[in-house]
């Protein structure tokens, strides 16, 4: 990596930086003030910095494309350099070879978009669907052996159609809708493929759907890519789309919810840290109705212990009667796990759960359940890892994720390239225990969810 960083990057900061000195040359004379010329330099290099960078970021390259953004760029260098330079043929050598790299300069291969630092060992056989550079995220869709269809952000995979993504997907949604005992209003952070947002389009005391995205490209993509798996959401007349920064919105807004879920990208990318601190977790939990519930994807792929201790550890001090939820994968470890958090104590009826799944009203919740193998509330339930009280001691040292050292993004980018998913989960399962004060419902129903419980952690 830090090769590869300092063959795209090393040269250029080289060159950049040896073209002050040259222009601070290029208009020097004798008479002229050092002071003075520095400054009027400088300042002329600090304008044009804060102009190229919203001109080329929030216009050029959402409109033009990357390509045409770099070939645009090389024609303004030419344009400056025969402004200042007198006509030669040294200068007419210089604007064709210019010309040239500009002419050359590539296409962004969609592999890129969609697999980043992945793509020299990403194989099978993968075909975009759609690709396309907005003003806060690069974007692709793109199929797997012409079946599973894949949602890339930035060089990153964040949703997919693939069974255990469909899985955790789901789980975001229906774990606390049906948990809260008549959810109406629902914030979803994240839009990704929509999935999360649309398990609530099924659910039908729902009455107000907001999903705050901040690239305005993905919503109708994923509209268009995950129609079927994300229930058509964008288009159901109860949904809103709020194009914003998750923090902005949540400290602005004023609006309360039933149940705010939040699946952002991993914290080990640039700016996403700041959605997974305790002022974060504080803000989300003041736009929460008496009763409602907060869900917060936690990844244990591609991390470490210390990253996923700090990411639970901050959850749970904001909620402090937070569970954990498992994501489980084939061979039955975790992969991913879902935080559950609200203000007050968790009590779960199992026995309520399942008699309104046996509702007709129910009927497209239950459908939905079946698609990811859920088969019943039961086996939703099963899903329990652990809760707070049981890891007290396991996160004792912990480093809490605040605003003024956003240390998860440093600890997840140490661990960006681990793969201890098993080995963390078992971890915290050897802390857990049943949670008698938390579950309730006749024998039967208790007994097959303790046998439930336990078969997947054995």
């Not at 894949?150 to 693939?162: D, I, L, P, R, W």
């Not at 490209?217 to 890519?225: C, K, T, V, W």
């Not at 939040?262 to 989300?284: M, N």
Request: aromatic share 10%; glycine share 8%.
């Amino acid at each position: 990596d830090l090769a590869r960083c300092a063959i795209a990057i090393l040269p250029s900061t080289i060159l950049w930086g040896a073209s002050f000195p040259l222009a601070l040359a290029s208009v020097a004379s004798g008479k002229r003030d050092p002071g003075r010329l520095v400054g009027e330099v400088y300042g002329a290099n600090t304008i044009g910095a804060i102009l190229g960078s919203l001109g080329f970021s929030l216009i050029l390259i959402p409109q033009a494309g990357t390509q045409h953004s770099e070939q645009i760029l090389i024609a303004l260098s030419i344009l400056a350099a025969l402004v200042i330079q007198r006509p030669s043929l040294k200068t007419a050598g210089a604007v064709v070879a210019a010309a040239l790299v500009a002419w050359s300069v590539p296409v962004i291969p969609w592999q890129l978009i969609a697999f980043g630092r992945r793509l020299a060992t990403t194989t099978g056989s993968w075909t975009p669907l759609y690709v396309a550079e907005g003003m806060n995220s690069s974007i692709a869709y793109t199929k797997y052996d012409n079946v599973t269809t894949y949602f890339h952000v930035s060089g990153k995979t964040e949703a997919s159609a693939e069974p255990f993504d469909m899985r955790l997907q789901r789980l975001l949604g229906h774990l606390p809708a049906l948990l809260h005992a008549k959810p109406k209003s629902i914030l979803v952070v994240g839009c990704g493929a929509g999935v999360t947002a649309g398990t609530f389009v099924v659910h039908p005391e729902v009455e107000h759907i907001t999903i705050c995205e901040i690239e305005p490209l993905i919503p109708p993509a994923s509209a268009l890519y995950f129609s079927r798996e994300n229930h058509n959401v964008m288009h159901d007349p109860r949904t809103r789309i709020v194009f914003d920064d998750a923090r902005h919105y949540v400290l602005t807004s004023t609006e309360k919810f039933d149940i705010v879920t939040s699946d952002p990208i991993h914290p080990w990318v640039k700016g996403i840290a700041p959605l997974y601190s305790t002022e974060y977790f504080e803000l989300v939990k003041r736009h929460l109705n008496p009763g409602g519930f907060v869900t917060q994807w936690v990844p244990l792929y591609e991390s470490n212990v210390e990253t996923v201790q700090s990411e639970i550890a901050t959850f749970f001090q904001a909620f402090p009667h937070g569970s954990v939820w498992g994501n489980l994968s084939g061979e039955g470890q975790g992969y991913d796990v879902v935080l559950l958090g609200q203000a007050e104590e968790l009590k779960i009826n199992v026995d309520d759960i399942e008699q309104r799944l046996g509702r007709p009203e129910y009927k497209r919740v239950a459908d939905s359940l079946h698609e990811v193998g859920f088969k019943s509330g039961l086996d939703l339930l099963t899903t329990y890892a652990v809760q707070a009280s049981d890891l007290r001691g396991w996160l004792r040292h912990a480093q809490i994720n605040r605003d003024r050292n956003l240390r998860l993004q440093y600890l997840a980018g140490m661990g960006l390239n681990q793969y201890l998913a098993p080995v963390i989960y078992e971890n915290m399962l050897q802390l857990s225990r049943f949670p008698s004060e938390v579950f309730s419902g006749s024998p039967q129903h208790l007994h097959s969810l303790r046998n439930g419980i336990a078969s997947l952690r054995y």
